[in-house]
């Protein structure tokens, strides 16, 4: 069964510093990848979205993401965390007729 | 568009009384998504529609838990009766032609408190 593995329920980091949110993803072929932000109190809401062609992706606020099929994953990063960016981050994949989430991942970032 | 419209905003209940989430989709979308979100389970799908039919309801935790779509641009997921284990945080979403590929645009969410 397709599954997606965000590793790292919480992570911290001090504004300025880069940040890393990892997940990886399990398919027999290559899926569309998605990276949703909830800030608190709202929805999900698109951050970046692969499909096919170029494997790095840019999203918005900074963001962006690599698809690697060798490594089957699709980690998120930002060079300079911003306070603003506090929020939690899920991992989504392409499944039969509805996206497949991963556990999310909470992210701090520290003045 | 004003995206994918939710009500209320918040609901507080107490055990045993029905309750009725209501969602608008985005225009033209044609799929729409229930979720439930809480901190123990984190993010669960409870049932999708595709043009206005029920697809999946799997996720559906049981029978006290009923959606509807009677139309295109309305859907209610009705909880009779409710429990306290059923609060939480209930997202509608919606995308445009197909349920895995496409964007999943979310509504605000519905806190549901049932005492």
């Known amino acids: 069964a397709q599954s997606v593995t965000q590793l790292g329920s919480h992570v911290s980091v001090s504004e300025g510093a880069l940040v890393l949110l990892r997940c990886n993803y399990s398919?027999?072929?290559?899926?569309?990848l998605f990276w949703y932000v909830q800030y608190p109190n709202q929805g999900l809401q698109l951050l970046l979205k692969y499909t096919t062609g170029a494997t790095l992706v840019k999203g918005i606020n900074g963001f962006e993401a690599e698809f690697k099929k060798s490594e089957t994953s699709f980690h998120l990063t930002k060079p300079s965390a911003h306070m603003s960016d506090a929020a939690e981050y899920f991992c989504a994949s392409s499944g039969p007729d509805k996206l497949i989430f991963g556990t999310g991942t909470r992210l701090q970032v520290f003045p | 568009d004003a995206g994918v419209i939710q009500s209320p905003r918040h609901e507080v209940t107490e055990m045993g009384q029905e309750v009725t989430l209501r969602c608008k989709p985005i225009?033209?979308?044609?799929?729409l998504f229930w979720y439930r979100q809480t901190m123990m389970r984190g993010l669960e799908l409870l049932i999708y529609f595709n043009n206005n039919v029920p697809i999946d309801d799997s996720g559906m935790p049981e029978d006290r838990f009923s959606a509807k779509m009677p139309n295109a641009s309305f859907s209610t997921l009705k909880i009779q009766p409710s429990e306290p284990r059923d609060s939480a945080v209930y997202f509608c979403?919606?995308?445009?032609?197909?349920?895995?590929?496409?964007?999943?645009?979310f509504g605000p969410g519905t806190r549901l408190t049932v005492l």
């Open positions: 225009s033209g979308h044609d799929y």
């Open positions: 979403a919606s995308s445009l032609w197909t349920g895995g590929t496409d964007t999943q645009y």
């Open positions: 398919s027999s072929v290559p899926p569309y």
